[in-house]
Structure formats: structure tokens, C-alpha cells
DNA sequence: AATTTTCCCTATTGCATTATAGAATAGACT
DNA sequence: AGTCTATTCTATAATGCAATAGGGAAAATT
């Protein structure tokens, strides 16, 4: 009688889908060692206990949401890298396909970045790999783009990258926030301070 | 007979300074809420409870940190938002500045950017407070370049400062990190992006 | 209709953690 | 010598939290 009305025949991964929304939302705002199982479940409308029907501890749950938030990063850049246009025009793709998902779930990002690093070593270490893989991706943009002419010959591709990221990244902390700030005027934007900065000068 | 070699006249204040360094360090590591009172006083060769003498709560240790981070920042900016330079060298002051920090005291730094929002409200507000003097600060100084026409007239100078803080904030994660990334290669990569991308191109 | 599976519940254990109370020790001060 | 003050200690209260065990009802499957 308690649940009767929730179940039903689409129910099938939805609720584990929700389940990690949630657990994205709590961890959020609260942080990892912040949020408890508790908070995770009120948002379900569920009891704490039953939260483990979902996930076999709280870590496993934060590596579920970031499990998410990492996904497709490396794939969707590596199509970008290989597409036949220009390096700036890949850079502004870039920042693009990077911030694309703080629109629609920011707290995936945020939980990504701010709370990755209290995965144990079996999880942290392949999400640094694809970390790697990522950056390693962004930066041959860079130095496709040297060799091309397009950019500077004196770039310094290495924190091209970091730069990229870091634009990016910091958006994470106050999209939705800071008013005015919408997707298209952060990507157009930083797309142009990137490129302006990287371009050579003739 | 346990702390008597610890003791000496000169440790009036450095005590205190050493319990919010081992706060800093260890709220740096493990966050705000994965770390216990008990790890600081490990750090400090004391008893947990012994803690108490120092810091009120551990929000106030945790306050105390934040303090010593955020500490400056507003007054350095704003003395080189008044002197007498190009808009240019401005920016790069500002960006060498805002990191400076980190090469000394990087824990600070991380448990500003990543630990501030668990603060409670009395506390919180102050900290926001001294951080929107020092965004305006860095977005004058923006807009004085447009003004001079130094930087391009339809640059989005509130973009501009979100960019220099989200580069020199971004930093702070990696800081010490990457190899051969070293203060001077930062600050001067950093200040040359954001100089090009918003100089008038002629 | 019978059985299995899905999904959530109640109840509880065990541990970690913050914080308080009050005592002890040693150096500084009179 | 005796008192005061700074600093740390022991002991413990009080709570919150992750996780386990086992049950039960509805839905799906046979």
C-alpha cells in the first residue's frame, strides 16, 4: 500500500536514475562527508535504509554520480579533436561540449569537482585516467593548432589547456547563480578570450 | 614533564598560529566535514579535547582558516587598481597577487575556495561581503581599460573578472601538482592570455 | 493460481565524532 | 614560598550516522 501508486511498468531503471539525482542534488550542496544518507533519502521520500536497495554504500553512490558527470567528456572531445575545421574553431567547440552539461546538471559537475577526490583507489584512479585521456585530448588541439600556424608559435599549450579548464571548470561554482550569466554569453565569451589569446598576431 | 620542551616565552601567539596551519592542512586534505578535530590535533601532537583551548567549535577553527585566506586580498587589489599604470599591467598585477598565496599557503587557498560555503550565516556573509568588494574591484579595473581604450570596447568586463579569478582559482586545484608549472610560468602565461584576448587588436 | 522478483519497510548494531567538565602541570609573577 | 595563569590532560556525555538483518506487500512471471 505504501509505494503502490509510484510503481509501474516504466519504473524499471528510472528510479535508479533518480535515485542518483538525488545523491547528485545532496552531495552538491552539502558535500560528500557533509550529506548523509539520510538527506539522500528524504529527497527520494524514501527511509535511509532502503537507500542501500540502490547502492551498496555511500561511496558507491558518489561514484555513481560522478560515474555520470565523467561520461562521454573524452569521447565528445575526441570527435571535436577529429572533426576538419580550424583549431580555433575546435577550442570554441571545446569550451562548448564542456559546459554543455552544467546546464542541465550542474551538480554532477560540481560533485565531479569538488568531490572526486574522496573516491577510494580502485574508482579514483580510472577516473583519473579518463581525466588524463581528456586533457591529453585538448591539449593536441593546442599543438595542432602551433604547428598549423594558427596559433602562436610560442603558446605554451600545456596551460593552453589548463586555461581552457580552468575557464571552464570555475564556471561549475557559480552558473545559475550569477545573474545574466547564461550558457551562450559564458561560451561565446571565453570561446573569444581563448581564441583572441592563443591566435597569432599579425 | 609532557609539553615542557614545547613551551618557551615566545610562544605566546605562534601556538595558535601552528593550530590553524594543522587546520588548514588537514581541512585542505580531507574537507571541512571528512575531517575530525581528532586529525588536527594529531597534527599538533595534542588530545583531541585539548583542541578546544584554541577554537571555540570546529567551525570556528574552520573560520579562523578562512580568515587568513581571504586576509588582504581586497586592499593588495585595490592598491593596484589606484596606481599609475596601463590597464594591462593592472590585470597581470592582479593575477600575480591573487596567486601569490598559493606558492606559501596553497591549503589555504583550497579551504577557501572549497570549504567557505559550509560556514554558517554570520560568518558566511562577512566572507561574501569581502569577496563582491574585491570582484568590483578587479571589474573596475576592466572597465577603466574599455574606458582608455586600451581594451576592446565591447569587451564584457564582468565576464573578464570571472575569467581572472576563475584562471587564478582553477590554480589552486593543480598548484604544486603539475610538473613544471611553476609560479612564474603561471602567472606570466596567465596575465599574457588574459592581456591579448582583451587589448585592442589594430 | 502459484511463485518469484522488485522495492521498500522496521528495528537495531556499532562506531565515530563533537563538545563539556574538571583536574594536573609548569612557568611567570609577587 | 605561594599564587596565578596558560596549556594540556583524562574521562565522558550525547548524538549522529553508515550499514545489516529480516520482513512484507505489490507487481511481474510462470
Redo the contacts with the bound molecule.
Keep these: 500500500?505504501?509505494?503502490?501508486a509510484?510503481?509501474?511498468?516504466v519504473?524499471?531503471r528510472r528510479?535508479l536514475a533518480e535515485a542518483v539525482d538525488a545523491a547528485a542534488k545532496v552531495f552538491a550542496r552539502r558535500g560528500y562527508h557533509g550529506?548523509?544518507?539520510?538527506d539522500i533519502a528524504d529527497v527520494l521520500g524514501?527511509?535511509?535504509?532502503?537507500l542501500?536497495?540502490?547502492f551498496?554504500?555511500?561511496?558507491a553512490a558518489l561514484e555513481a554520480v560522478i560515474r555520470v558527470a565523467v561520461e562521454d567528456y573524452a569521447s565528445r572531445a575526441l570527435r571535436i579533436a577529429r572533426k576538419e575545421t580550424s583549431a580555433s574553431e575546435k577550442v570554441a567547440a571545446l569550451i562548448r561540449t564542456h559546459l554543455a552539461p552544467m546546464v542541465e546538471r550542474v551538480e554532477y559537475s560540481r560533485v565531479f569537482l569538488g568531490e572526486r577526490r574522496f573516491l577510494q583507489d580502485p574508482a579514483r584512479k580510472r577516473i583519473r585516467a579518463m581525466e588524463l585521456r581528456y586533457e591529453r585530448i585538448i591539449q593536441r588541439v593546442m599543438a595542432e593548432g602551433v604547428a598549423s600556424r594558427e596559433f602562436r608559435a610560442d603558446l605554451d599549450t600545456r596551460l593552453a589547456m589548463l586555461a581552457l579548464l580552468g575557464l571552464g571548470n570555475s564556471a561549475a561554482a557559480w552558473f545559475g547563480r550569477e545573474p545574466g550569466m547564461d550558457f551562450e554569453r559564458i561560451t561565446a565569451g571565453y570561446a573569444d578570450f581563448l581564441v583572441r589569446s592563443f591566435r597569432t598576431t599579425h
Design positions: 500500500m505504501h509505494a503502490a509510484r510503481r509501474s511498468v519504473n524499471g528510479r550529506a548523509s544518507t539520510q524514501m527511509r535511509q535504509a532502503s542501500y536497495y540502490y551498496e554504500s555511500k561511496e
